[in-house]
RNA sequence: UGGGGUAUCGCCAAGCGGUAAGGCAACGGGUUUUGAUCUCGUCAUGCGCAGGUUCAAAUCCUGCUACCCCAGCCA
């Protein structure tokens, strides 16, 4: 039942559902029931991972329970994959819900006999317009609409088309069910809506035993109360579906009464979160898959080293409110870095190699070192290999002596260097090839400066990660950065694939890492020190051919 | 346009008639064998605008303005 510790829910911060729940619990509800209810028609992102965050959490928060339920209402549109993977998405998030997993097609059934109970009241009926002269009677804004030449069929006819409907007879879009309600009503939902609409589609579910399903509208309240939920959250947009969903309730034999309530999506700055555009993205081949570490979907996010505690950290840190804004990626990244800085074991990663060759060290020889996994939290230790070749970071080297010591806090000719958990060094010579390329760097050690202070007047300039050249280990690093170079991919005019960031993804074959990474299990995530967070790909990753994504930078305050 | 919703720091946001929480970002200082982490400090005489009620208004009233959603046999 609980899902997460406590800890996390206490820091939650209050919103105006649990104030409705605190209120509803002090007059008797006996138990909080919530449904995270995805249509499986797309990959899950981070959007829903508020979503789930919300229900579940507050059906954590208050002891009570969140079902699973899919929204399978349109078989055109939706697959047994999509089912799966959700599943998957939502586990890996660290949630259960409540018994088995539900579908809205477990109640077809049900519904038929309400509809057939709303026929014989004289609240339905079966309408033969096309779709296009329903569209016409439906009216517009401020002109109301007709009623339909179909609406006033007797109850015997109407069940009688249904049927038909049903078992197949007639054809898609020939006819549909209607809600009789108010062609006059200011709110386009109530001006008869569609209750069941003629498929003849094969359901992941259901196969071919129906030939017409429910709307959303009829379905979605509906399952609500069979399920007992007490409060069923939805996002903004199904405000204005509100009086037709209690407009259900109350006229169908319904088990319970469940009470809607809105809350604002979900939008970050520098990328989408629609699945029409995910889709998008994926069908052109903008990106690799919908697991694409650039995609905010939970397996994009997973895969890109994400972690399951920082997706629900940030979603957490949102509040739940019926404001549309932004949020800054920034915020969302502030999380990723605090689980990360807090739990990822610390590595060195050389991306783009130099050769340092430490010319008072004897060839041949291995001396290991030991380096803490992590710098502050009691998580062990790790050997490293130091030998007379290594690897250090071009970017580390610059042979201009006279750059200041403040602002550049790398290695120069003639002056001191730190190698990370290893000797402070000083740099002596440089070898280059025929096109003034740098191709070695020599050095000296300072013997004695392991886990020591060098002597007075050998103050090393920093720090760099180095890797041993013969004990080391290749991989390979993929490298991501946002997917859009704008704020809003979506404002402006033209295509939202016009903002694509070119630069979005690079891969680099020749890094070498320390030789303990090649044994990392897929998914691990890691710090390589001085360059940021990368895990150990879900996919790609084995010892033989190491394979890391770059899940993020390090934060970065050095100002030029 | 008819209906629905929302406006508080660059971003998110608390506030529910008693004199503007917090987080992110930013900017300064300290510690540091990661330019990381950690740590200390600064950051709204102001709450979309204009009136009004009140001893007192971000909170109540009136009138504007801006933005979002609906007008699928999608959810």
């Known amino acids: 039942m609980s899902n997460n510790d406590a800890s996390n829910t206490a820091k939650q911060p209050t919103n105006f559902i649990h104030q409705v729940i605190e209120q509803d619990l002090q007059q008797g509800l006996g138990k909080v029931v919530t449904r995270f209810p995805p249509e499986p028609n797309g990959y899950l992102h981070i959007g829903h991972a508020k979503s789930i965050c919300v229900n579940f959490g507050t059906a954590d928060k208050y002891s009570g329970e969140c079902n699973l339920r899919f929204d ?25 819900w409540a018994g088995e997993v539900r579908y809205a097609s477990d109640y077809f059934d049900t519904f038929y006999a309400w509809a057939q109970h709303l026929i014989r009241e004289g609240n339905a009926y079966v309408c033969d317009l096309s779709p296009e002269e329903a569209s016409e009677y439906r009216g517009w804004a401020t002109t109301p609409g007709k009623d339909s030449p179909f609406r006033n069929r007797t109850a015997e006819e109407n069940l009688d088309l249904l ?82 969903y209690e407009w259900f309730l109350t006229n169908l ?38 697991d694409d570490p650039r995609l905010p979907t939970i397996q994009g996010m997973r895969r890109r080293g994400y972690t399951a505690d920082a997706v629900r950290n940030f979603c957490d840190s949102l509040a739940v409110s019926k404001t549309d804004g932004v949020v800054d990626m920034a915020q ?7 689980d990360l800085n807090d739990n990822a074991a610390r590595a060195m990663c050389v991306l783009n190699p130099l050769k340092l060759v430490i010319t008072n060290f004897p060839e041949g020889q291995v001396e290991t070192l ?51 958990g290893a ?22 050690l300072i013997p004695g400066t392991v886990g020591e202070n060098p002597p ?61 990474l ?33 899940t993020i930078g390090l934060r970065d305050t050095w100002k030029k």
Not at 82 to 91: C, H, L, S, T
Not at 332 to 338: G, K, N, P, Q, V
Not at 379 to 406: A, Q, V
């Open 253 to 290: 034999p319904v088990p319970s009464t469940p009470r809607q309530y809105e809350f604002g999506r979900l939008n970050i700055n520098y990328t989408v979160t629609s699945k029409r555009k995910l889709k998008q993205l994926v069908d052109e081949n903008h990106v690799s898959g919908w």
């Open 72 to 96: 399978d209402t349109n078989p055109s549109k939706e697959e047994q994959e999509f089912v799966d993977a959700i599943k998957d998405d939502v586990q890996w998030l660290g949630f259960n």
């Open 163 to 244: 049927e038909r409907m049903k078992v197949g007879e007639f054809d898609e879009g020939s006819r549909v069910l209607r809600a009789k309600i108010d062609m006059a009503s200011p709110n386009m939902n109530l001006r008869d809506p569609i209750l069941y609409r003629i498929r003849k589609a094969v359901h992941h579910q259901t196969g071919s035993k129906w030939n017409i399903y429910p709307s959303y509208d009829f379905a979605h309240g509906q399952e609500d109360a069979i399920e007992g939920v007490t409060h069923s959250i939805c996002t903004l947009e199904f405000a204005d579906h509100q009086p037709l």
């Open 332 to 338: 969302f990244e502030f999380f990723i870095r605090e």
């Open 370 to 420: 030991s380096a803490p996994v992590h710098p502050q939290k009691e998580m062990g230790t790790r050997e490293l290999p130091f030998t007379r070749e290594l690897y250090i970071d071009r970017n580390d080297y610059n042979e201009d002596s006279t750059l200041s010591r403040k602002k550049f806090k790398k290695l120069v000719p003639g002056d001191f260097m730190r190698l990370r």
């Open 423 to 444: 000797y402070v060094i000083k740099a002596t010579d440089l070898v280059k090839d025929a096109t003034g390329e740098i191709t070695e760097v020599h050095a000296e």
């Open 456 to 516: 007075e007047g050998m103050k090393p300039r920093g720090v760099m990660h180095w890797v041993s050249a013969t004990e080391g280990k290749q991989a390979v690093v993929r490298v991501y950065d946002r997917l859009f170079n704008v704020e809003s991919p979506d404002k402006g005019e033209g295509s939202f694939l016009d903002n694509i960031n070119p630069e979005s993804f690079s891969q680099i074959e020749n890094c070498w890492i320390e030789p303990g």
């Open 518 to 550: 090649v044994d990392a299990a897929p998914e691990t995530g890691f710090q390589f020190e001085r360059e940021g967070y990368f895990v150990a790909d879900r996919y790609d990753h084995s010892a033989e051919t190491p394979v890391f994504n770059k």
